[in-house]
C-alpha cells in the first residue's frame, strides 16, 4: 500500500534558522538567471537562485517527490541529471549526478 505523505518540506517543522552550515562547497549566484527543468515529460523555465559543482536551488511552482531525477539546462553546461534532495516553499534543491567542471 503506498503511503498518502508527500515529502515537501512542510512535514517537519523548523523553528530554529540553521546554526552550522555543512555543506562542504561553496554556493554561487547562478551566471544565468533561467534554467530548463524538465519534469514529467515537459519543460519549465525556472529561476535559478543558486550553483555548486555538484547541485543547485531553483524556484519551481510544482511539487516534486524527494529523490525524483531531473534533467535541469544551464546555459553554461548544457543538461545535467539531477535528483531532488528537498522540496520546501516554491523551491527545490537538486543534487547533480556528477559534479560540473
Given at each position: 500500500?503506498?503511503?498518502?505523505?508527500?515529502?515537501?518540506?512542510?512535514?517537519?517543522?523548523?523553528?530554529?534558522?540553521?546554526?552550522?552550515?555543512?555543506?562542504?562547497?561553496?554556493?554561487?549566484?547562478?551566471?544565468?538567471?533561467?534554467?530548463?527543468?524538465?519534469?514529467?515529460?515537459?519543460?519549465?523555465?525556472?529561476?535559478?537562485?543558486?550553483?555548486?559543482?555538484?547541485?543547485?536551488?531553483?524556484?519551481?511552482?510544482?511539487?516534486?517527490?524527494?529523490?525524483?531525477?531531473?534533467?535541469l539546462q544551464l546555459l553554461d553546461h548544457g543538461v545535467v541529471s539531477?535528483?531532488?534532495?528537498?522540496?520546501?516553499?516554491?523551491?527545490?534543491?537538486?543534487?547533480?549526478?556528477?559534479?560540473?567542471?
Amino acid at each position: 500500500m503506498a503511503s498518502s505523505f508527500i515529502l515537501d518540506g512542510s512535514m517537519i517543522p523548523r523553528s530554529e534558522k540553521r546554526t552550522i552550515d555543512e555543506r562542504t562547497e561553496l554556493r554561487a549566484p547562478a551566471s544565468s538567471s533561467t534554467g530548463v527543468l524538465e519534469f514529467r515529460g515537459r519543460k519549465h523555465v525556472v529561476r535559478l537562485i543558486n550553483v555548486s559543482r555538484s547541485g543547485a536551488m531553483v524556484l519551481f511552482p510544482h511539487t516534486p517527490n524527494i529523490g525524483e531525477r531531473l534533467a535541469l539546462q544551464l546555459l553554461d553546461h548544457g543538461v545535467v541529471s539531477a535528483q531532488v534532495r528537498w522540496v520546501r516553499a516554491g523551491r527545490i534543491g537538486l543534487s547533480f549526478a556528477s559534479p560540473r567542471e
